[in-house]
T-cell receptor, first 111, second 116 residues
Framework: LAKTTQPISMDSYEGQEVNITCSHN???????ITWYQQFPSQGPRFIIQ???TKVTNEVASLFIPADRKSSTLSLPRVSLSDTAVYYC????????????FGTGTKLQVIP | ETGVTQSPTHLIKTRGQQVTLRCSSQSGHNTVSWYQQALGQGPQFIFQYYREEENGRGNFPPRFSGLQFPNYSSELNVNALELDDSALYLC???????????????FGAGSRLTVL
């Protein structure tokens, strides 16, 4: 079972860069790492996905070291609207998709 | 392209009753997963359906059951409701092969179930 571990919460001021690290020691060879954002009473929303090295899109960057046992989500210049819970996901390989969410990281952006 | 839609958005039941929650997957998606999210917790995997067959199940009792239809929409049925079943039930659809490690989930807004 590919379990992920993230910090429970983080605080950041508006305009700062935020880095959230996730550990996934049991990641399988064909597993990608996917990050989701969730606002209260809404479903999680896809942010970014990667397999190795660095991936960047219009909202975030994802850094994955060579051993792939961890990953770091980087949010540039956060705003108040980035206050949410962020989940790092790794599929549970073993014959079927059983994507399991951890507790996530609650990011509070402060004015 | 339409996203994932769930119904009903809110409902209240009493202990012992049965409930059916519905989900329409995003156009082009062939896989549907259901999650239970208690207040303050991360979503917990219930089960997944791929091309109308159950493709994995989490640690939920048999009174949680599901279906996927030929149009890839899905239902979650819960029998003999208990107070602890009160939660947000999320449906997510994806497009991928059975064992893909790269599926991206598209979630609906959820169905909020309260059991009294």
């Amino acid at each position: 079972l590919a379990k992920t571990t993230q910090p429970i919460s983080m605080d950041s001021y508006e305009g700062q860069e935020v880095n959230i690290t996730c550990s996934h020691n049991n990641i399988a060879t064909n597993d990608y790492i996917t990050w989701y954002q969730q606002f209260p009473s809404q479903g999680p929303r896809f942010i970014i996905q990667g397999y190795k090295t660095k991936v960047t899109n219009e909202v975030a960057s994802l850094f994955i070291p060579a051993d792939r046992k961890s990953s770091t989500l980087s949010l540039p210049r956060v705003s108040l609207s980035d206050t949410a819970v962020y989940y790092c996901l790794v599929p549970n390989s073993g014959g079927y998709q059983k994507v399991t969410f951890g507790t996530g990281t609650k990011l509070q952006v402060i004015p | 392209e339409t996203g994932v839609t769930q119904s009903p958005t809110h409902l209240i039941k009493t202990r012992g009753q049965q409930v059916t929650l519905r989900c329409s997957s995003q156009s082009g998606h062939n896989t549907v997963s259901w999650y239970q999210q208690a207040l303050g917790q991360g979503p917990q995997f219930i089960f997944q359906y791929y091309r109308e067959e159950e493709n994995g199940r989490g640690n939920f009792p048999p009174r949680f059951s599901g279906l996927q239809f030929p149009n890839y929409s899905s239902e979650l049925n819960v029998n003999a409701l208990e107070l602890d079943d009160s939660a947000l039930y999320l449906c997510a659809s994806s497009q991928g092969s059975r064992n893909s490690g790269a599926n991206v989930l598209t979630f609906g807004a959820g169905s909020r179930l309260t059991v009294l």
